[in-house]
Every structure is written in C-alpha cells, then in structure tokens.
C-alpha cells in the first residue's frame, strides 16, 4: 500500500522514527563498503526485533528526542536500483532474512529515474548477523549491538509459539483510497490469529487496548476503564457449543481451536469508521499464547498493510 501519497502524509503529519520506523536520506545507499555494512546493520536490527520498515529516500531532522521526516530526498535509480539494494541485503546478511519487500516508489517524471525504496522486513525466527560480524537491534529509533543473552533470546524464538494478528477486511471495504475519500464508512474486519511459528498453538488470547480518543472511532465506542482511561478488547480462540430449547440459547461446551502452523483461525472481529484508517489511529495489542506472550502497537494505515493470508 506504499505510494507518493502515503509518504507525502507521513511526511505532513510529521511521524516519527520508532522501533517500526526508520527514515533514511539518499546518501544512505552508496557501493562503498562502509554504507554496504551500514545497510546490512540496519535491516538486520529489524528482523532481529520485531520487524519494521525502512524509507530509504525521506531526509530526517532531530526534534527534542525524535526524528521526524523532513522531505523526500530522492535517489537515482540508474546509480543505485532496486536489484543493488536487494544484492546488498542478500549477500551481506547471515543467515538470510526471507520475507523482505522492496517497494520503488517513483518521484516526479519517470524518464528523471528518481525513486523511493520502501523497505519492509518481517520478525525473524533467529538471530542475523551484519556484514561486520555483529549482531543488531532496534532500541528505540537506533540499531543498537546486541549482547550474549539477547542473541539468544532470538535464536531461541524458533522454539516458542508465535502468532501475528491480521486485520482482514470483509465484504466489499477492500480498496483503501476509496474508503479514505469516505470518513464516516463502518469498516468490518475479520481479525484473524495467523500461527507463523512451528508450533501448534492451543491457547491464544488477545487484548486489543487505547485510549478515549482511539475509542471514539470504534463501533460500538468501548466502555472507558476510568482508572486507566483506556479501553480493553477480549478475543480468543475458544469456541462455545450452544444449543437452542424452548427459544433460550444454552452454551453446553466451550473448546480451544487449536491453530496449526501456517495456518489461521478467525477469532473474532472489529468495525470501526474508516477515519480510523486514515486518520492512522494506534491501538496496542497483547497477544498471550502457550509459551510466550508478544506486545506490540498497530496503527490504522496497517490494517491494509497485512499480507493476505
């Protein structure tokens, strides 16, 4: 869903860098040896944390303790392509990290070859080592060096249960630029529970959580928790078996869908205005399975970014 338009809005909405996020000027992809090993740094510290995105091509500017885009800050494509990057990640990257999209965006008239490279890179199963023999993080909006312990910690992520939550919409509310134009739209999604581990997953229970703000562009607008002043959604994989006597519905049995790897389970769904997508709302989901628990944020222009399953 990447285009000029999604990076004009980051740019006007001043967005900044996060552990997801990472913004980086053209002079950022050159051939020397040094900018190769800084590439393979940084897309490294991704797949080694939870995933993210890079924009190659967007300059950035420090404001207090954030980095904010500036502007778009093209790169010739005849110089440094799109194959180049990809080579770079390849070959300098180990082991090497399946799943990276590379999105060219073009800027301005086609014939001047001037692009921005969109970079999205999955959470690895293990730990990936730069070309300078290192191993890297994202803390915050830096690659930081990683230490014996975390190494191992993602190595180890092979052997617990992991499950990503995707947002699938349903019906007809598929084509993001329409339902922008159209603030008010009620959006449905499935929200599917997609087991991308090797485990076979029995328990999986999820909290979707925001604030009142986030909550006025959900539908039915969630109940306020007024010690925290925040929201809580409760979806699981379990299914309740109901039976109907004398028109009143009883719940005889209540059973864990397993989800099996590489596979997915619908275990619930949400509706919200389609300003929540536009207007790039965040939610916080806490996800809690078997053997591992993962929390990350997710905001309403990923609701179209996920993979179709």
Known sequence: MWNIDKLNEYIEKKVEESLYLDYKAAGSLETSERKKTE?????S???NSDGGTIIYGVS???????FLPEKIDPIDRSIFSKETLEQIINSRISPRIHGIKITPITIGDPKENKVVYVVDIPKSDTAHQAYNNKYYRRYNFLATEMVDWEIKDVINRQTKSNVKIQFYP???????????????????FDIRAVNVGQK???YCDLIIYGDKYAASY???????????NAFELYFTNEQDYKITLNDNEFVINSQRMVILPNTFRKIGEIEVYSSFIKDNIELHLSISLDDNR??????GGQFFEMDEF
């Open 39 to 43: 590439i393979s740094k940084d897309v």
């Open 170 to 188: 349903s019906g007809d509310h598929k084509d993001f630029k329409l339902i922008s134009k159209m603030p008010h739209l009620k959006v449905l």
């Open 218 to 228: 959900l539908i039915p607008e969630p109940k306020i928790h007024s010690d925290k």
């Open 45 to 47: 510290s991704f797949a």
């Open 60 to 66: 950035e500017y420090k404001s207090g303790t954030t």
């Open 200 to 202: 076979a997953v029995k």
């Open 294 to 299: 993962i929390d990350k944020k997710i905001s």
